[in-house]
């Protein structure tokens, strides 16, 4: 099997290390990957240290890559489109965004072209099915993130830094003053989380939050907003504390956290597990894996 990956982004965000990840993954099981992203991408750059096949992105060179490949995996919204329109082989898209998809002609035309859809989350799957899609071709795939050899130790309360207004940056500011601690707004989470005990993750729209599983696979508790597809990863109570976007909820389970250390000790403890048993780079591989054969077992004459 040999399948092209197409990527859009000019910054390294969730997306982009799934997308990573995965092809990272396949090669291990011997499946071929060739990425096309833009020029001096991070993704890109990552991706020709790591190894694996880049060109750049181009009409052209997807139009002859897509050709060559058994699939092509559109990994972000407009790499759909350009796959909808441009690719040669079976289109499978990445569904990761938690706003409702358009109902207009252009849309259906669109979504009507990929053989089938990968939601990072049973909600990002229901607003798929909203709007049309067949559940047939739906396909529900959890990010897969590393988990590191030892659980962190260290001081710090983390927040990802983020320009994105859907993602509540300003909002946990608040809730940690309101709190009286300090908050680490993070440009590097994986190592950032190696020095924290608690995980703050507010957002007004989420698929499903992948920097959430990092968190988790580093055996640090989260406190994170009740919306969209997170309550499928963070168990309230158990691997994490789930709040309303309101900042005196998100400072009362801030402070719950970091008084009460048995609670938080046990809570770090479960979310890793549930990381190595279900949120894997292996899983995620493997379930993506599962998606490719079944859409090249219905394409088959």
């Known amino acids: ?5 197409i990527d859009t982004g000019m910054e390294m965000r969730g997306g982009q290390w799934q997308a990573l990840r995965l092809a990272e993954g396949l090669a291990a099981e011997g499946c071929a990957s060739v990425l096309l992203a833009p020029v001096a991408s991070p993704l890109s750059r990552a991706a020709e240290e790591r ?13 002859q890559l897509s050709r060559e490949a058994t699939l092509t995996h559109a990994h972000d919204a407009r790499a759909h489109t350009l796959a909808a329109v441009l ?14 998809i358009g109902r207009g002609f252009f849309s259906r035309r669109k979504y009507g072209r990929a053989a089938h859809f990968i939601a990072v989350s049973r909600y990002v799957g229901g607003l798929l099915a909203v709007a049309g899609v067949p559940p047939e071709r739906i396909s529900v795939v959890y990010d897969g993130v590393p988990v590191p050899a030892s659980p962190a130790s260290g001081p710090l309360i983390v927040t990802p830094s983020s320009g994105d207004f859907q993602k509540g940056t300003e909002l946990a500011r608040r809730a940690a003053k309101e709190a009286g601690v300090a908050l680490t707004v993070s440009e590097n989470l994986e190592e950032d989380l190696q020095r924290a005990r608690l995980f703050l993750y507010i957002t007004r729209q989420e698929g499903l939050g992948s920097a959430i599983l990092l968190a988790m696979a580093a055996g640090v508790p989260v406190v994170a907003s009740r919306i ?14 789930l709040v309303e976007n309101e900042p005196r909820d998100i400072a009362a389970a801030c402070r719950r956290l970091i008084e009460d250390e048995p609670l ?7 979310a890793r597990t549930a990381v190595i048993e279900r949120f894997s780079t292996a899983a995620m591989v493997r379930g993506t894996l599962s998606v490719y054969q079944r859409v090249l077992s219905c394409s088959k004459p």
């Open 228 to 241: 969209g597809g997170i309550p499928e990863i963070v168990e309230d109570g158990a691997t994490g504390l």
């Open 1 to 5: 099997m040999r399948v092209l990956h």
């Open 51 to 63: 190894g694996i096949a880049t060109a750049p992105l181009r009409p052209g060179a997807l139009v």
């Open 87 to 100: 690719a040669r082989s079976p289109v499978v898209v990445a569904r990761r965004v938690a706003f409702p």
């Open 264 to 270: 938080r000790a046990s809570m770090a403890a479960r």
